[in-house]
C-alpha cells in the first residue's frame, strides 16, 4: 500500500509519500516540509490568516515535491491522507480540500487523519512498537500523556492545564535575550549552569494524577530575572546559565515524575515508553525519560526528531493504518479545529464509514 500525506494543521506545509508491503516495515519515500518560519518570526507567533494563506499556496507544490521525490505519479499512489485537524482552521482546510481534489480527480480513497493520532502512531513508523505503549508528546502546542492501545484506540491520561513546554521553552528565552525557537537555545545556554542556584517550583508534583501545569515555572524565571537585574544592574552570562539550567532541570523533572505516574497508571503493561514534539529533542529531558523507563523495566523510543515535529509521513503513516482497520472518508470529509484523540464517538480517525 503506497499512502500520499498531506499536513497543514499548524505552521508547516508537509507531504509525503509512505509505503508498507504486507507486514513488512514501513518506508518513507519522500518526506517534504515547507515551514513559515520566516512568516512569523515579526510576529512571534503564528499568524493564522498569515499561516492559511501560505499553506494554500504551498500544498500543490509540496504534493508535486513529494510525489516527485518518490519517483511515482499520483497515479502510483493506492490512498490519500490528510490532517483533518485539530489544528488552526484554514490551514486545515488548504489540506482538505486538495485532498479532496486529488481523491476525487483519481479516484483514490480518502482518509482524514487526527494530528495527534499522526503523532502518537510515529513509533510504529519508526521502530515498529506494538501496542500498547505510552505516548508523552511535548511539542510547542501539546503536552498529553496517551495510552496507545490500537490504531484507533487512544486514552488520555493527563495533560498541561496550561502552557505547553516548548511555549514555556520559547518564552523563557524572550525572557533571557535568547534566541528563537527557544528550546535549543535554553538547552545550549543551560551547559554548565548550575541547576540548583535558583529554588524554581515543581508544579502540580504534590497533586495526584498526569496533569502538569508550566505557566508558573516561566513566572518564576521571570521573578528571579527582575531580582537579579535590580540587585547588580544586569544579567551575567553565568546567571543565564544558571537560569536555564535551572529552569529545564525544573521541566525534565516534572515530566519525569509524571512520566512515572502515568506508565503505572497504564490499564496494561505499556511495551515501551515513546515521546514525540520538538521538545524531545531536549538532551537533559531524554536521558531523565530514558531513566523513567529503565526504571520500570520497559523499553524507551525516541524517533528521528524530524518525525518527531509536525510531517506529512506520520500523516501518511496513520492514514493508511486506519485504512488497514476499515477507515474511509467521503467528500463530506470536514476540517476540525478541535478534535480530541480519546473521543469515542464513531468518528475516531476520519469520520469513518
Ligand atoms: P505542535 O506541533 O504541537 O502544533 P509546534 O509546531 O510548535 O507545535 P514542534 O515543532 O513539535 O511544535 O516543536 C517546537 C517546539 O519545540 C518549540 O517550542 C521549541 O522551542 C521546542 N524545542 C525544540 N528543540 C528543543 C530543545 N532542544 N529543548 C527544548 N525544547 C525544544
Ligand atoms: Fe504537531
Same mark, same amino acid.
Given at each position: ?32 516540509v ?6 512569523? /518570526? ?7 490568516e ?16 513529494a +510525489?516527485?521525490? /518518490?519517483?511515482?505519479?499520483?497515479s ?7 490532517t /483533518? ?7 486545515? +482546510? ?22 495527534? #493520532?499522526g503523532? #502518537? ?12 505503549? +505510552? ?37 523563557? /528565552? ?14 545550549a ?30 513566572t ?104 488497514? #482497520? ?28
Open positions: 500500500l503506497t499512502v500520499l500525506g498531506l499536513e497543514s494543521s499548524c505552521d508547516d506545509t508537509g507531504a509525503a509519500v509512505v509505503r508498507q508491503s504486507g507486514q513488512s516495515a514501513p518506508e518513507i519515500l519522500s518526506n517534504v515547507i515551514g513559515q518560519a520566516e512568516l512569523h /518570526a515579526a510576529f512571534g507567533g503564528v499568524v493564522p498569515l499561516a492559511a494563506r501560505a499553506h494554500a499556496e504551498k500544498i500543490d507544490i509540496a504534493v508535486q515535491q +510525489l516527485d521525490g /518518490a519517483g511515482l505519479p499520483l502510483g499512489v493506492d490512498l490519500i491522507a490528510v /483533518a485537524g485539530p489544528g488552526l482552521i484554514g490551514g486545515v +482546510l488548504s489540506g482538505v480540500m486538495c485532498a479532496k481534489g486529488l481523491a476525487a480527480g483519481s479516484g483514490l480513497p480518502l482518509v482524514g487523519v487526527n494530528h495527534l #493520532a503523532h #502518537a502512531l510515529t513509533p510504529r513508523l519508526t521502530d515498529g512498537l506494538g501496542f500498547p505503549y +505510552l505516548m508523552l508528546l511535548v511539542s510547542g502546542g501539546h503536552c498529553q500523556f496517551l495510552s496507545v492501545e490500537g490504531v484507533d484506540r487512544f486514552t488520555r491520561l493527563g495533560g498541561t492545564i496550561d502552557d505547553a513546554p516548548g511555549e514555556a521553552f520559547d518564552k523563557v /528565552a524572550r525572557l533571557l535575550g535568547l534566541a528563537q525557537p527557544g528550546g535549543p537555545s535554553v538547552e545556554a543551560a551547559r554548565g549552569g548550575d541547576p540548583a542556584r535558583f529554588a524554581f517550583p515543581r508544579p502540580l508534583l504534590d497533586r495526584p494524577g498526569c496533569d502538569l501545569s508550566f505557566s508558573g515555572l516561566k518564576a524565571v521571570l521573578r528571579a530575572r527582575d531580582g537579579l537585574v535590580s540587585a547588580q544592574g544586569g544579567l551575567r552570562t553565568a546567571d543565564v546559565a544558571d537560569l536555564c539550567a535551572g529552569f529545564q532541570d525544573a521541566v525534565s523533572d516534572v515530566l519525569a515524575e509524571k512520566t512515572r505516574r502515568a506508565l503505572s497508571a497504564c490499564s496494561s503493561r505499556p511495551a515501551a515508553l515513546a515521546v514525540a514534539g520538538g521538545v524531545a529533542a531536549n538532551g537533559v529531558l531524554r536521558a531523565r525519560l530514558a531513566q523513567v523507563a529503565q526504571a520500570v523495566g520497559t523499553g524507551f523510543c525516541a524517533p528521528p526528531l524530524k518525525l518527531c515535529t509536525d510531517n506529512a509521513a506520520m500523516i501518511a503513516f496513520a492514514g493508511l493504518e486506519a485504512y488497514r #482497520a476499515g477507515h474511509r472518508d467521503g467528500m463530506d470529509l470536514s476540517a476540525r479545529p478541535r478534535w480530541p484523540l480519546d473521543d469515542r464517538a464513531p468518528a475516531l480517525l476520519g469520520s469513518g464509514r
